[in-house]
C-alpha cells in the first residue's frame, strides 16, 4: 500500500512538471512589452513584401508609394499605441480601419489585376511565415 501511494505520488509530480509552461515575463509599469519580431525579422518581412510587389508586376513607382502607404500606416498606428484615452477594443477597432483603408489603397495603387496577384502572393507568404509569438497574458 505505502509503495502504491508512493508511486502515485512520484508520477504525479512528474506529471505536473512535465505539464509545467513557461510564462512570459511582464513588462514594468511605463516600460513597452518586447517587440512580437526582431528588426532583422521586420527587415526581412519586408523585403519579401517588396519582392511579393515586384513579382505582382508593379512598377518602381507603385512601389514607392507602397513604401509610402507602409510608413504612413506605421506612423498611425504607433499614434493609436501611445493614446492612452482610448480602451483595447478601441485601439483594435481603429487599426482594423487602417488596414481597410491601407487594403484600398494599396488597390488603388497596382489596380485590380496587379492587386489580385498580390493579395494571393501575400497570403501564400504568411502561410510560409512562423507564427508571431502568443501574447502576454493580462493581469
Do not use: H, W
Not at 512520484?10 to 509552461?21: E, P
Not at 487594403?103 to 508571431?132: H, N, Q, S, Y
Amino acid at each position: 500500500m505505502k509503495k502504491t501511494i508512493l508511486v502515485l505520488l512520484v508520477s504525479g509530480l512528474f506529471a505536473c512538471g512535465a505539464n509545467a509552461q513557461d510564462v512570459p515575463a511582464q513588462p514594468k509599469p511605463g516600460q513597452n512589452p518586447p517587440p512580437m519580431m526582431s528588426k532583422e525579422q521586420m527587415k526581412e518581412r519586408r523585403e519579401m513584401m517588396m519582392k511579393t510587389m515586384k513579382d505582382a508586376g508593379a512598377t518602381d513607382e507603385q512601389i514607392q508609394k507602397y513604401k509610402d502607404l507602409l510608413e504612413d500606416s506605421k506612423k498611425k498606428n504607433d499614434e493609436i499605441k501611445k493614446d492612452a484615452a482610448l480602451t483595447d477594443d478601441e485601439k483594435k477597432a481603429k487599426r482594423k480601419e487602417i488596414m481597410t483603408a491601407q487594403e484600398a489603397k494599396v488597390k488603388e495603387i497596382l489596380g485590380d489585376e496587379k492587386f489580385t496577384k498580390f493579395r494571393e502572393a501575400m497570403k501564400a507568404m504568411r502561410k510560409d511565415m512562423p507564427p508571431p509569438p502568443p501574447a502576454a497574458p493580462k493581469n
